[in-house]
């Protein structure tokens, strides 16, 4: 690896964004994505402020941060109250309400980092003529930003890595000095190498049976086609299933190992899984999973996401028109107003965060997929972590379990293990951890 040239510390457009994630509220290093999502309902007023004050953009896209607005070299805190007065006042305390300030500066914010990787990406084109973009590093979680790379930059194909942040330097690491220092050449078969990003522990079902009968769990275990057919009609009755497959993912984004999936085509989806199933704010937005040989049938992209890395816009043939009284909503009013046919993974600008979903990588999860089709004539369902707000990814089958009971899923399913909501032992509600989080 020859670096070409670099941009450095403290002039970081990771930290620049991290900046603003803590000014509106959120928690650094974790929240940047719920910045990312907010964008849609705001306007991006500050957009020119930022660019006056906090940034000197070039037009190769390289810049310098002014640092009289910034205190994350030298205090506790990532702004300062400099940054305050820009903005008209205080940081917004995490859990208070959010304001349509915070959406339009998440707007703006969010305008500014697409532009800068943008312009660096035409840079990088025209400096070394490569066609194909490899991208990692916690900025390349900005899926928005991914998306216009591949739909406006130079590049014919871009490549992100699954696990882009920290997790991805210390693989990066590993291979750096298993190629270099063991000397064991790179061996470049054409295709991704890194087989879905399932790369964590799996569990067999002797280990399952005894976790789950350890936690007296009731339970049924079906072959695949049986847990298939069985799981399609409970998603087209509109019941939230906890999907727990294969070996775990890596990297921040839940791929189909360990999910919580939905049918897409539901109103109430997204307010339901919200609120009464990950226990976080409402503006979130949730993803598609699609089987990847139909993806542009729904989403404007002709290629594969199977990281979930890339927004694409929903088909415009698939979008519902906005009446003229629902143009004229502001901020948060916008999230009620269905916006396509599959309402419950369409952003409110019209856009999702697309992951396709291959049979070579993950045969199960697209035989459901296949399922859900033949049943609904849809072939994408809701996909997110299988997690509560605050709480790591579940990993072992009782983690699944213990997740399952303190939410309103209907249904879980540890490989080849069906478990229904009303069949499980009565146990008092345990709501303490929610104090934490400060939810109702």
């Given at each position: 690896l020859t670096p070409l040239w670099e941009i450095d510390f403290p002039h970081s457009l990771g930290l620049l964004y991290s900046a603003f994630t803590y000014f509106t509220g959120f928690k650094?290093?974790?929240?940047?994505?719920?910045?990312?999502?907010?964008?849609?309902?705001?306007?991006?007023?500050?957009t020119d402020l930022i660019l006056e004050h906090l940034i000197d953009l070039k037009d190769d896209g390289t810049f310098k941060l002014d640092m009289q607005y910034f205190n994350y070299?030298?205090?506790l805190t990532m702004t300062n109250d400099k940054f305050a007065e820009l903005f008209g006042g205080p940081a917004r305390t995490s859990e208070t309400e959010i304001t349509q300030r915070e959406m339009d500066i998440a707007a703006s914010i969010q305008k500014v980092t697409e532009e800068v990787v943008l312009r660096l990406a035409r840079t990088l084109h025209e400096e070394t003529g490569v066609d194909n973009l490899c991208l990692a590093g916690g900025v390349a979680l900005?899926?928005?930003?991914?998306?216009?790379?591949?739909?406006?930059?130079?590049?014919?194909?871009?490549?992100?890595?699954?696990?882009?942040?920290d997790a991805g330097g210390a693989l990066g690491a590993a291979l750096i000095a298993w190629h270099e220092y063991h000397d064991k050449p790179r061996q470049v078969n054409g295709h991704d190498a890194m087989q879905g990003s399932y790369l964590g522990p799996r569990y067999q079902a002797d280990e399952i049976r005894a976790q789950l009968d350890a936690q007296g769990a009731v339970y049924e275990e079906l072959d695949d086609a049986a847990l298939t057919g069985r799981l399609g009609a409970v998603l087209t009755d509109e019941k939230v299933v906890g999907w727990f497959q294969g070996r775990m993912e890596f990297g921040p984004r839940s791929l189909g190992g360990r999910s919580i999936i939905g049918d897409p085509r539901s109103s109430k989806m997204q307010s339901v899984m919200n609120l009464k199933i990950k226990y976080r704010e409402s503006f979130r937005p949730f993803a598609p999973a699609v089987l990847a040989e139909d993806v542009s049938e729904y989403f404007d992209l002709d290629r594969p996401s199977p990281y979930m890395l890339i927004v694409a816009p929903v088909k415009e043939s698939l979008r519902t028109p906005m009446t003229a009284e629902q143009q004229q909503l502001f901020g948060i009013e916008k999230l009620n107003v269905p916006r396509s046919k599959i309402p419950a993974i369409t952003h409110v600008d019209y856009s999702a965060r697309v992951q396709t979903v291959h049979a070579d990588t993950n045969p199960k999860f697209h035989a459901l997929l296949e399922q859900f089709k033949a049943l609904s004539g849809c072939s994408v369902l809701v996909n997110t972590s299988f997690n509560v707000r605050?709480?790591?990814i579940v990993c072992t089958p009782e983690d699944a379990y213990r997740c399952f009971m303190r939410t309103?899923?209907?249904?879980?399913?540890?490989?080849?293990?069906?478990?229904?909501?009303?069949?499980?032992?009565?146990?008092?509600?345990?709501?303490?951890?929610?104090?934490?989080f400060a939810l109702d």
């Open positions: 650094v290093n974790s929240g940047e994505y719920k910045l990312m999502g907010l964008a849609p309902y705001g306007e991006p007023k500050y070299c030298t205090g900005n899926c928005v930003a991914n998306g216009r790379i591949l739909r406006e930059g130079p590049f014919r194909d871009i490549w992100i890595q699954p696990a882009a942040g605050g709480e790591p309103e899923m209907d249904v879980l399913v540890v490989e080849n293990f069906i478990l229904a909501k009303p069949d499980q032992p009565v146990r008092e509600q345990d709501d303490s951890w929610k104090e934490e």
